[in-house]
């Protein structure tokens, strides 16, 4: 068991749920998906740096960061959905490991063992076609089965998301349909070949406050039913505090901060992270005396031209509240600790 599986292992967050019967043959005793020293780069430009997460059946990690800190790029990778990039480091997926794999295999794997939600379900739905010929359709692509039992299939995940009138709604368009339930249809596609991890890319952040959080308790609810891990990528850690066990906050292509989501949110202890906290209704630690929420100054780094040292230094009021010591802007900071693991030059500072 690698270091962050400990981590999940410590927090007892949640109970475990019972893990459903396998679907996919012998399954392997550690965490469905390892992920370790993963970096991505462009050409020249490195936009990954060095990540290293993994998650176990029944549990939610939360990658949180700012716009381009490479949460995508991140999840993109473990989905083997590069086609330009040079992706390095280790990415094991029960027992399996993905870099390098044959382009067959993570095929295979995408849709029936793992699948991927996004923002914008409108993007990855055909105008065309109902949805339920489309779930229907995803569903053939990996499961061997009649038109008709596929069809009863969709019919069956669209109820199981919350949709009413499923019947009647699988043979309607996805532009018949709002943007909550469109993104309940995706979250049914993705689901109807039971697969063990799921992937949510920013799934709610088109959507009204209240839809967002019917669509977060059915993802909750799905999962723990499932015992299905989720890595849930967000920009904001309202999201991840809703249903998270375990939080990994990204910057600048690195990590900055990885623990149990209620360690993140009671001691954080990375400027960033605690900028970020600041920064959300309801979560802030640090409201300014006329209740206003502190936004972080100043805007992240290009991969182009990435900071010195610490990449957040110029944003970083610790390093100006130690009036810039040098190992900020000279060191990159490694990420230090074993069940709260931090990467910060000094991470015992001002709360
Ligand atoms: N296909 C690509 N080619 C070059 N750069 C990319 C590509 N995809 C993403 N990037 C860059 O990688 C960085 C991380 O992007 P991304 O993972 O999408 O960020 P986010 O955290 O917002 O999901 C950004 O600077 C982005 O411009
Ligand atoms: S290493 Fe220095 S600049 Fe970076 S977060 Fe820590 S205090 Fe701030
Ligand atoms: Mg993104």
């Known amino acids: 068991m690698s270091e962050s599986g400990t981590v999940s292992e410590m927090t007892g967050r949640r109970t475990r ?10 399954r392997s005793g550690g965490p469905i998906l ?45 989905l083997g959905l590069h086609r330009n990039a040079t992706v390095t480091g280790s990415i094991v997926f029960d027992g399996q490991e993905l870099v390098g794999a044959p382009s067959e295999r993570l095929r295979k794997l995408r849709g029936s063992r793992m699948a991927m939600i996004f923002q914008d379900p409108l993007s990855s739905l055909h105008p065309f076609y109902t949805v339920g010929d489309q779930i229907a359709e995803a569903y053939r692509l990996h499961r061997r089965t009649s038109r008709r039992a596929a069809r009863e299939r969709a019919v069956e995940m669209l109820a199981e998301v919350g949709i009413p009138e ?50 977060l308790e059915l993802i909750a609810r799905i999962q723990a039913e499932r015992g299905l891990a989720v890595i849930m990528i967000t920009h904001d850690l309202g999201v991840v505090a809703r249903i998270a066990d375990d939080v990994l906050v990204m910057y600048g292509g690195r990590t900055a901060e ?16 605690q ?15 006329d209740g206003r929420l502190k936004a972080i100054p100043g805007s992240p780094p290009s991969p182009l031209t990435p900071p010195p040292g610490c990449r957040f230094h110029p944003r970083c009021a610790r390093f100006a509240a130690a009036q810039n010591p040098a190992i900020c ?23």
């Open 329 to 351: 802007t000279e060191e990159h900071p490694l990420l230090t600790g074993t069940v709260h693991k931090v990467a910060c030059h000094l991470p015992g500072g001002t709360q």
């Open 17 to 26: 749920p019972a893990v459903r019967p396998a679907g996919g043959g012998e």
């Open 166 to 215: 499923p019947r009647r709604r699988a043979r309607e368009h996805p532009h018949q349909f709002s943007g909550g339930m469109r993104q309940r249809v995706m979250i049914a596609m993705a689901l109807a070949c039971e697969p063990d991890l799921l992937i949510a890319d920013e799934p709610t952040t088109a959507l009204d406050v209240t839809v967002q959080a019917q669509i």
């Open 275 to 289: 900028g970020l906290l600041a920064s959300v209704p309801g979560l802030a630690t640090g409201e300014e005396d």
């Open 258 to 273: 990885h623990t149990a989501a209620r360690t993140i949110f009671k001691a954080p202890r990375h400027p960033y992270t």
């Open 34 to 78: 390892d992920v370790k020293d993963l970096s991505v780069s462009f050409g020249a430009v490195q936009v990954v740096d060095g990540v290293t997460f993994n998650v176990d059946r029944g549990r939610t990690l939360g990658i949180v960061g700012e716009s381009g800190s490479g949460k995508s790029v991140s999840s993109l990778a473990v």
